[in-house]
């Protein structure tokens, strides 16, 4: 099992530059499915997920070439055969292929998808959504039998703006007979990605990026190039570290619009932020102010960037509360951030910091990807070794991320 050991309070300075983001790159590689002809995808993140999707793709016959982050995946003649467990159970977004190959093929045989368990991530959206479509849903213990004579267009309402069932009902009502609309859907950049990629390929989606989505079914979707927007959980890490100890930290390849919730609680807790067209420089200030955060879907505050924000919220002066909405298990970090000094507690689904604490180093676990970053950034403020172990979940997300860290200053090994 590898770790990562950091030795902590080095200034970082210089320059990093931001991947192609995780959550839409792990939506567009199964989207590709659906294409009648080749694809070409750029800036694809190099990272497990990725690969564990170029595995599937792989074992249905695909053709994929991936090299320098451009990703060439022939999807043409592909055998629509159930996806084994042990490979699904890999990713969360291994359930976008259920819906590429049900929109495709009119039938997928898959099991419940994996992912951090951060909560209980039910899919009942996803298959109501199947269902208005004119599917059959057989499920028997963790495994869905998805059949139909054939796919047409309906109205499917959500019951909250999941981008998993968005993109889900986005990619099975493609290739539909009629017009599908989404209300309440999400309004995710990941969303209007796919809607693009799909659109550059002959699909006629509008509305994604607003909570009502139209899609109106087309017979056959041509070839085509595309490019995965910036990550923005990514971006928003390394920002966040920046506030912790940037002396002029250059984050490059953003795109400032998608983390302005984040860049705005920065400003006051009062970090020095200079914003460029497609970077930020950011300095750490003198004193933190405190701030009360809620997560929520976008353009709200990311719930992904809650566990990486609580480590900041440990250096601001006074008590802070984070009300997590999205998921009632996200809070595992905190135990180990206590284990390094911190002082917080958590009743419900909101955690309440007192700061500011010095942090120390110790051994900690990344339970969840997300856990893992708020553990890095911890380890990177702290007195001391910090050991992380666990970090096959860090890895999942975060491209190259030992080398960026090193590059601009940190101590930071993976052994
Ligand atoms: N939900 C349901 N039923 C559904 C779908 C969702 O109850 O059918 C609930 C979930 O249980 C959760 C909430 O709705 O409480 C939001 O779930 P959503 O479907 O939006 O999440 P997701 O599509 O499973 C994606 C990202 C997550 C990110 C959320 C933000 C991918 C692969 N994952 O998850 O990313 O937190 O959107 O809403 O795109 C991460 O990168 O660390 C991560 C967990």
């Known amino acids: 099992m590898q770790k990562i050991t950091i030795h902590g309070k080095q200034k970082l300075s210089g320059t990093i530059t931001i991947s192609g983001a995780k959550n839409s790159a792990v939506a567009l590689i199964p989207a590709a499915v659906l294409c009648d002809e080749k694809t070409t995808i750029f800036n694809v993140p190099n990272i497990s997920d990725t690969n564990a999707l170029i595995e599937i793709l792989t074992f249905l016959g695909a053709k994929v070439n991936f090299e320098n982050e451009k990703m060439v995946i022939d999807s043409s003649n592909i055998e629509n055969k159930e996806i084994p467990e042990e490979i699904s159970n890999k990713l969360r977004a291994s359930y976008y292929f259920m819906a590429a190959l049900l929109g495709k093929y009119k039938k997928v045989e898959m099991h419940f998808p994996g992912g951090c368990s951060i909560g209980a991530r039910p899919i009942d959206q996803t298959l109501k959504a199947f269902k208005i479509l004119g ?15 054939e796919l047409i267009g309906g109205n499917v309402y959500l019951d909250m703006p999941s981008v998993g069932a968005t993109i889900n009902t986005i990619l099975a009502a493609t290739k539909a007979k009629g017009t599908t609309v989404i209300e309440n859907a999400a309004k995710e ?3 209007v990605n796919v809607a693009i990629f799909l659109n550059n390929m002959g699909a006629k989606i509008t509305g994604a990026g607003t909570s009502e989505i139209r899609i109106t079914g087309v017979n056959k979707l041509h070839s085509c190039i595309h490019e995965v ?3 923005r959980i990514e971006a928003g890490t390394y920002m966040i570290a920046g506030a912790l100890l940037g002396d002029k930290l250059k984050i490059e390849n953003v795109i400032p619009e998608h983390v302005e919730a984040l860049t705005l609680k920065l400003k006051d807790i009062g970090v020095n932020i200079e914003e460029g067209t497609d970077y930020f ?7 933190f102010k405190v701030v009360n955060i809620k997560t929520l ?17 440990t250096q601001c002066e006074g008590v802070s509360n984070i009300e997590e909405t999205i998921y009632e298990n996200r809070f595992q970090n905190v135990a180990y951030l206590n284990k390094m000094g911190a002082d917080i507690s958590v009743y419900k689904d ?7 604490t010095k942090l120390h180093g110790c051994e900690v676990a990344a339970t969840d ?7 890095v950034l911890a380890g990177l403020i702290a007195d ?4 992380i172990t666990n970090v096959e979940h860090l890895l999942r997300g975060y491209e190259k991320i030992i080398q960026k860290l090193t590059n601009v200053g940190a101590k930071i090994e993976l052994n």
């Not at 879907?297 to 919220?313: N, R, V």
């Not at 990807?369 to 553990?375: H, N, P, V």
């Not at 001391?384 to 050991?387: A, C, E, I, M, V």
């Open 135 to 149: 599917a059959k849903i057989v499920e028997e213990k963790d495994k869905y039998t998805i059949t139909a004579d």
């Open 297 to 313: 879907g976008y353009p709200g505050f990311a719930t992904d960037l809650q566990q990486p924000i609580t480590t900041l919220l």
């Open 350 to 356: 909101i955690a309440t910091i007192k700061g500011p």
């Open 189 to 191: 950049p990941e969303v």
């Open 369 to 375: 990807l997300r856990a893992g970053a708020c553990l």
């Open 229 to 231: 927007i910036p990550d």
């Open 281 to 287: 420089i950011i300095s750490r200030p003198d004193k």
């Open 384 to 387: 001391g070794t910090t050991t």
